[in-house]
Structures are given as C-alpha cells and as structure tokens.
C-alpha cells in the first residue's frame, strides 16, 4: 500500500502562472510534511515543510497547505519560473520515526 | 554548517560483481542516517536508517547491505550486483526539524 500518493504525474504551466502541486496520505499518525525539489542528477533539496500543527507555510513564492481532516497537502509555486522546472516529491513522516515516505513524484516544466 | 559527501560520483559495475558505496556527513554529531534508492524517473525507496554506530535497521530487502562503522561514515555494499541495483543512490541526514537532508548521490549502472 502506497503510503503518500502524488498528482499530477506531470505538469506543464506558462512562466508567471500558478502551480499546484497535491499529495495525499492515509497513516494517521504522520505529522510531518516536507516538499522536496529535485533536478536531473543531483540529490533531492528540501524546499519547505509543515507540521501538522499548522495548515499553511509560505515561503517566498512556495506555500504549502495542509488540511489533517482530508489527510491532504499542497504546494502552491505563485509566479512560476522556467528555473522551477524540476521533479518535486511530497513526503511524509511521524514524529520521531526514522521512516520517511515519498510520493511518486510531479515533474514539473515552466514555459517561457 | 554541516557537509555531507558521497563516494564516488558514479559507478560503472558488472552483474555479480562486489559494490561499496560511501558516505560522510561533517559538523553533526550523531546524526542519523538514511540511504535512499531511486530508479530512473522514480521515487524515492528508503533502504536503510542508522540512529548510531553500529546499529542498522532495513527498511527493504533489495540484497544490500549497510554499516556505520564511524560516526560520521555510512557504507552502503553488496557482494554481487544485479542489473535492477542501477539507479541512484542517496545518503541523507536528519536535519533538526526532521527532514531528511540528501547528498549528491551516487548514479549507479550495472551491465
């Protein structure tokens, strides 16, 4: 059973759009949720987080939003950049485990 | 700040052949550490986690093996490779609000 599932597989937006990015999860007892963004041949860089605590972090043109009642999260990229063309990968974690758990992955490609 | 380097860069190996992958993380003291797989175009596969020296849990069986035998060292190995061992390797830390923070990675092709 697929822990933390990702959508859309692929995504193609038009430079200055918004991007939006949805993960889902079902193990209750994850409260930590960390976005990752990841280009072609280099280790996956933490882009930004939330705890389950909070339902929305924003971070300069990344947010992401949580809602625990739908087990649901997101990422919004406002003003999207062709350097934001990347894989992006949601993951999951509960606290103090040493077990992470990633989405599939969205590949994403900003036109000029 | 903390630095973490993984070794090598790549690896062209044979079906059968010994692997042994490293990695070194600077400026943290007994981090935990995590080994990740990734095929071409996929996700993220954790394989192993190591909160201390010595001690390693697995996550999957993918007929690997790992070991800490230094605080700031994890070592990926296998003693014969199979071509589904391809793809690539990451070495991460636990960053202080949890996450893990990756290397560089290790790309991996077996013929």
């Known amino acids: 059973q697929q822990q933390v599932r990702q959508s859309p597989q692929s995504l193609t937006v038009w430079e200055g759009g918004t991007t939006v990015l949805t993960c889902s999860y079902e193990?209750?007892?994850?409260?930590?949720f960390p976005w990752y963004q990841q280009f072609p041949g280099e280790g996956p860089a933490l882009l930004i987080s939330?705890?389950?605590?909070?339902d929305k972090k924003e971070d300069g043109r990344f947010t992401t939003f949580f809602n625990k009642r739908e087990k649901k999260l997101s990422l919004h990229i406002i003003d999207s950049q062709p350097g934001d063309s990347a894989t992006y990968f949601c993951?999951?974690?509960?606290?103090?485990?040493?077990?992470?758990?990633f989405g599939d992955g969205t590949q994403l490609v900003v036109k000029p | 700040a903390q630095t973490i380097h993984q070794w090598p860069v790549a690896e062209i190996k044979a079906v059968g052949s010994p692997l042994s992958l490293g990695c070194t993380i600077k400026?943290?003291?007994?981090?935990?550490l995590y080994w990740y797989w990734q095929a071409t175009g996929g996700t993220l596969q954790q394989l192993f986690y190591?909160?201390?020296?010595?001690?390693v849990e697995s996550v999957v069986q993918l007929n690997l093996s790992a070991s800490r035998p230094k605080d700031d060292q994890f070592i990926l190995s296998t003693e014969k490779l199979l071509l589904s061992h391809s793809g690539f390797y990451l070495c991460?830390?636990?960053?202080?609000?949890?996450?893990?923070?990756f290397g560089e990675g290790t790309r991996l092709s077996v013929l």
């Open positions: 193990d209750s007892t994850f409260n930590y």
């Open positions: 190591s909160i201390t020296v010595g001690q």
């Open positions: 939330i705890l389950s605590v909070s």
């Open positions: 400026g943290k003291s007994s981090p935990n």
């Open positions: 991460a830390w636990r960053g202080d609000n949890q996450a893990p923070l």
């Open positions: 993951a999951a974690s509960a606290n103090s485990n040493n077990r992470i758990f």
